[in-house]
């Protein structure tokens, strides 16, 4: 049994060697935000857009913990608590 190698087609001796890999690489389309943010000259360049999206990212979470997490720090009103107690007092309970 005796195995071969087709040099021709390898990495080698195919000349892909000179060839940078960014050729290989699709084209990647940018988001519309990051246009809207270069079209209206918020932002330079495409790098930016996205340090100022990943800013309003990160401000947003914080106000959605801090709206979540602070509170009044008082007790909730206990009228419906004192209404069902009073209700449960008034009315006896029949037993069978």
Do not use: C
């Not at 690489?25 to 932002?43: C, F, H, Q, T």
């Not at 999206?53 to 419906?80: E, K, Q, R």
């Amino acid at each position: 049994m005796s195995v071969e190698f087709n040099e021709e087609n390898s990495f080698s001796g195919g000349g892909l060697e000179n060839q940078s890999f960014d050729s290989f690489r699709p084209e990647v389309k940018s988001s519309w935000i990051v246009d809207l943010l270069l079209k209206y000259g918020i932002a330079k360049n495409e790098q930016q857009a996205n340090y100022i999206l990943i800013g309003i990212t990160v401000l947003a979470f914080g106000l959605t913990l801090y709206v979540i997490f602070s509170g009044t720090g008082s007790a909730p009103n206990p009228g419906g608590a004192k209404l069902l107690n009073q209700m449960q007092q008034t009315q006896p309970i029949e037993e069978q």
